[in-house]
């Protein structure tokens, strides 16, 4: 197991593998995006603590990648 394997399992976070090449491109481009991004809508959202800015970008992140994975597979 990796380094962000067992950071990941001590957080209690599941790794979602993706299984197209379509999902795994989205998934990179959304990476990409969420870095750019994330301070720009903590601040704009005026959340100014941690457990407050994981709720908003684990709201964010899961109907994303959801969203990008379910549009991938099925076409």
């Known amino acids: 197991m990796t380094q962000f394997g067992r950071a990941l399992s ?3 976070i599941e790794i979602l ?3 197209c090449r379509q999902v795994k491109g989205r998934i990179e481009r959304m ?3 969420v870095q750019d991004q994330l301070v720009k ?3 704009l959202a005026d959340i100014g603590d941690v457990e407050t800015g994981n709720a908003f970008f684990l709201a ?3 109907t ?3 969203a ?3 549009e991938a ?3």
């Open 10 to 12: 001590e957080l209690n």
């Open 17 to 19: 593998r993706a299984n």
């Open 31 to 33: 990476n990409r995006t």
């Open 41 to 43: 809508e903590l601040r």
């Open 60 to 62: 964010a992140w899961s």
């Open 64 to 66: 994303t990648e959801s």
């Open 68 to 70: 990008a994975k379910k």
């Open 73 to 75: 597979c099925d076409s």
